[in-house]
């Protein structure tokens, strides 16, 4: 393993040369990959799995006996097997001599990584021939991270614990959302909110729909409303600058949450497109002073 501009981590490349078998399968380049050293528990635990097909004839990937042909191998450091918790079914692939594929996955569904420490991944292809590929294993850490907010919500068997959390990931450090249903023995996804910096606590209300809206500084002067459901899934994201006023949060009486001041700074990509469509309506505009006969 072994760091990329320091944001990509990749496993040793395995460049394969198989003897004794068919010309389709003389070489091949498998490797695996992830963005980051760390990751928080209960986070998504993203992978790549990049697969090269550097022989003379088309490679054909596909499920075989109701095996899939790529399987990922989780051990923590001691050596111990995490048992998969939900069956990972690649996308069949067909690789022309000198074609790549990748293959994104997130581990977190699929195996049972739940407690803190040291991990290793590793990548298994079964090829047609029945041969089995895999990659050197590639290390993950899986850390708790620190509470800086926390209120629960509801009664019973939906009693929700909503909490803030901060977790360094190496040179920064994230600001993660989670939710918790303990009755249920329920945890769901941490979510990254964006970069965590310490300007002034986060601000957060209830709507009346149970939604929750987070209002947090992501740089000196700007600010950004993340609002997410129940189940912490995002319903609406907006970044605002400081300008004249600072945004702030307020509920209403009537419990609904919005945000005042601050300058709503659209996307980038929403930008360009709106650029794009005054330009073309600018194109077809008549003439202000048009021409008589």
């Avoid at 690649?90 to 074609?99: A, I, M, N, S, V």
């Avoid at 996804?189 to 209300?205: C, D, H, T, V």
């Avoid at 950004?224 to 970044?239: A, F, K, S, W, Y």
């Avoid at 659209?266 to 497109?273: H, K, M, N, V």
Wanted: proline share 9%.
């Amino acid at each position: 393993m072994h760091g990329r501009n320091g944001t990509k981590l990749f496993g040793i490349c395995s460049t394969i040369f198989l003897l004794g078998l068919a010309p389709s399968w003389a070489q091949l380049d498998l490797r695996i990959e992830t963005p980051k050293a760390s990751y928080l528990q209960f986070s998504p635990i993203p992978f790549t799995v990049r697969i090269k097909n550097l022989g003379a004839s088309e490679l054909r990937l596909t499920e075989n006996q109701g095996k899939p042909w790529l399987e990922m191998i989780i051990q923590s450091r001691d050596g111990q097997l995490i048992a998969p918790e939900k069956t990972f079914l690649p996308p069949d692939k067909t690789l022309r001599p000198g074609q790549s594929a990748s293959i994104p996955l997130d581990l977190a569904p699929h195996y049972l990584i739940r407690d803190t420490g040291g991990y290793r991944a590793r990548a298994s292809v079964r090829l047609p021939s029945g041969e089995t590929l895999m990659t050197d294993s590639l290390d993950f850490l899986i850390g708790r991270g620190e509470v800086i907010w926390t209120v629960p919500r509801g009664d019973g068997e939906e009693r929700r614990i909503y909490s803030l959390l901060k977790f360094y990931e190496g040179p920064n450090v994230g600001l993660y959302l989670r939710v918790e249903v303990p009755r249920k023995n329920l945890v769901y996804p941490s979510r990254r909110l964006g970069a965590y910096l310490p300007l002034g606590k986060p601000a957060a209300e209830f709507d009346p729909q149970n939604n929750l809206h987070l209002l947090y500084a992501v740089a000196a002067g700007t600010h950004r409303l993340t609002v997410v459901n129940p189940d912490g899934q995002v319903l609406r994201e907006e970044t605002r600058t400081q300008g004249t006023e600072k945004p702030t949060l307020q509920k209403r009486t009537d419990g609904e949450v919005s945000v005042q001041g601050g300058i709503v700074q659209l996307p980038s990509s929403l930008r360009e497109r709106l650029s794009t469509l005054q330009a073309r309506i600018g194109a077809q505009a008549p003439p202000a002073d048009p021409i008589q006969p």
